[in-house]
């Protein structure tokens, strides 16, 4: 099983900036090792801004030629980058991006809408001024993200704001298989992260969440947390049926 969280992750007192999120064991050995950060954010940037499409191969030799680098950093840098999951490393074939298939992707998303819509069904409402005051702080620094465009504080808050939402529901497995799947997608939902209308509906569901905590229609705040995840497994999909488009044949035209 993955991660368990606990308390002190859901609540971190009036904090933004605690290690839990901040510092992951990957951030810091990025921190170690310069050259093999910059390979991994360009890799990364790529992924999600379409430049290398699902399945698509990560030859070594190409890229320490592009980066000017040694095959040790570019290997350092595709371990990282499977150790977060947007990449998979196969045996004797190498690293390629991470694919996964329609059905994957449909049967991943039904999980996660069954196990959000509990959470936040459980969320006793209306919630407390604290509690609002601490999301709408993480919102901030989320929609601050989004303005300057920095992909990996916009990763670090929003599943921040998601956490702590999902975290009021008082269960702290469930909370705990929520995250799990949110980490299975971060290949699916990186993409959002690089297109701007998407970014514009991400931030106008979370001020929506954010004014229904201080009501107490439960299922308004249940069906938007559920539709707020359509936009990334409707992107993942169209992307998938461009690339099957992309890989077929024209018919051949008869004479």
């Not at 998979?88 to 039904?110: H, L, M, P, Q, S």
Request: aromatic share 6%.
């Amino acid at each position: 099983m993955g991660m368990i969280v606990n308390k002190s992750q859901c609540m971190n007192d009036n904090s933004i900036e605690d290690p839990f999120w901040s510092t992951s064991s990957v951030n810091r050995s990025l921190a170690a090792d310069p050259a093999a950060e910059q390979i991994t954010r360009a890799i990364e940037r790529d992924i999600f801004r379409g430049r290398l499409g699902p399945g698509e191969k990560l030859r070594e030799e190409e890229l320490a030629e592009r980066f000017e680098a040694s095959r040790h950093h570019v290997r350092a840098a595709l371990a990282r980058l499977a150790q977060i999951g947007i990449v998979v490393k196969e045996r004797n074939r190498g690293a390629f991006v991470r694919r996964f298939t329609a059905d994957e992707v449909r049967e991943i998303y039904e999980i996660r809408e069954i196990l959000q819509r509990q959470a936040t069904l459980r969320i006793a409402l209306p919630a407390a001024p604290e509690t609002i005051q601490r999301l709408s702080r993480i919102n901030d620094c989320y929609e601050e993200a989004v303005r300057s465009g920095d992909f990996h504080r916009i990763h670090e808050t929003n599943d921040r704001f998601h956490t702590e939402l999902f975290c009021l529901c008082g269960n702290e497995l469930l909370v705990s298989l929520i995250i799990n799947y949110m980490e299975l997608t971060y290949a699916i939902r990186g993409a959002a992260f690089a297109d701007p209308e998407n970014l514009d509906k991400s931030r106008e569901h979370h001020r929506i969440m954010v004014r229904l905590l201080s009501g107490t229609d439960s299922w308004a705040l249940a069906q938007i947390c559920v539709d707020h995840i359509q936009i990334t497994k409707e992107q993942y999909l169209s992307a998938l049926r461009e690339s099957a488009e992309e890989r077929t044949p024209a018919p051949r035209v008869g004479l």
